[in-house]
């Protein structure tokens, strides 16, 4: 089922995906699947939500399975470290900064101890939590500082492990754009 579910999600057929990831849940619960196994079906199934412009399903599934993981693995673990990226994820697609605030600062010391800081996901956390400091319209000078520097230090690191050319690499760039632009719009006597 979980194949099926995958398969048409991966073609676009969401709302079919959804039906199917709803009941291989449902079945996985009734026949007391691994903890494990139930999350992931979960993570894919809020990620499906997302792509359903269903946001505030998908985040509130994405923040059950990050408390899931933390309780079954610990913070340290790769499943959980993705879990927490997809948590931030949605929490930045509903621009709830404070929360992004709250986790990210925990989550990314632990992808960083657990993947590594040249780690993708690391580097994609590292993203989100700057987005969400320069994109809040009651961030404080030095949370705009803190996103530049973020920025600039994930780039870097993103430049010389992924390429230039990364996805991931040019998200970090035009971000940093806009980071600048935030704080140059905010630092005293830019007026």
């Keep these: ?8 999600y991966d073609e676009g057929h ?3 995906s959804l039906s199917v990831k ?3 849940l449902a079945l996985r619960r009734r026949l007391g699947d691994t903890a494990n196994n139930i999350l992931g079906v979960q993570g894919n199934l809020a990620g499906t939500y997302q792509m359903l412009g269903r946001l505030e399903d998908a985040m509130r599934i994405h923040r059950d399975v990050y408390s899931g993981y933390v309780k079954l693995k610990g913070e340290e673990h790769g499943n959980t470290c993705l879990a927490a990226y997809n948590y931030a994820s949605a929490l930045s697609a509903l621009k709830r900064f404070d929360e992004i605030k709250a986790l990210l600062p925990r989550a990314i ?5 657990t993947l590594g800081e040249s780690h993708e996901l690391t580097l994609s956390m590292r993203g989100i ?3 969400s400091l320069y994109e ?7 949370e ?3 996103a530049v520097t973020t920025l600039e230090d994930a780039g870097r690191i993103a430049r010389r492990v992924l390429g230039g050319a990364h996805p991931l690499t040019l998200v970090h760039e035009s971000n940093l754009q806009d980071a600048r632009a935030a ?9």
């Design 14 to 16: 969401y709302e079919d």
């Design 129 to 131: 939590h700057a987005k």
């Design 144 to 146: 705009l500082r803190e």
């Design 183 to 191: 704080l140059r719009a905010r630092e005293p006597g830019s007026a």
């Design 22 to 24: 709803e009941a291989d």
């Design 109 to 113: 010391p632990a992808a960083r101890s």
């Design 1 to 8: 089922m979980t194949q099926l579910g995958n398969g048409l």
């Design 136 to 142: 809040d319209d009651r961030a404080t000078l030095d």
